[in-house]
Nanobody, 131 residues
Framework: DVRLVESGGGLAQAGGSLTLSCVVS????????VAWFRQAPGKEREEVSC????????YYADFVKGRFTISTNNAESTAYLHLNNLKPEDTAVYYC????????????????????????WGQGTSVNVSS
């Protein structure tokens, strides 16, 4: 079975930092792209960032503006999202997702990666930022 397990969420103050982890099992991690999405209370899910493991291509949503960094450790089949300079509006449940890397590499440019079909999802980890 394919599993994505997020961790690292919690409480943070505005301006603080958190690092989210997504441990992936059941697939060949290198062949997949991993993305982070988030959903704030009462709002629709939105894309945050995506990385294609095979070629290292990275996409960020516009609102990230250098505050967040996505990375992976292929040896540990783990993706990370480093959240810096957190703001109260970053409060949300953060989800990681995975799909075939070639699909994202070929079709994900121009912001289209967020609308691709992501095959596998984690259960989410909650981030709460206080002002």
């Amino acid at each position: 079975d394919v599993r994505l397990v997020e961790s690292g969420g919690g409480l943070a103050q505005a301006g603080g930092s958190l690092t989210l982890s997504c441990v992936v099992s059941g697939i060949t991690f290198y062949d997949y792209a991993v993305a982070w999405f988030r959903q704030a209370p009462g709002k629709e899910r939105e894309e945050v960032s995506c990385i294609v493991n095979e070629d290292g291509t990275i996409y960020y949503a516009d609102f990230v503006k250098g505050r967040f960094t996505i990375s992976t450790n292929n040896a540990e089949s783990t993706a990370y999202l480093h959240l810096n300079n957190l703001k109260p509006e970053d409060t949300a449940v953060y989800y990681c997702a995975a799909t075939w890397g070639r699909t994202v590499a070929e079709k994900g440019g121009g912001g289209r990666w967020s609308s691709l079909y992501w095959d596998y999802w984690g259960q989410g980890t909650s981030v709460n930022v206080s002002s």
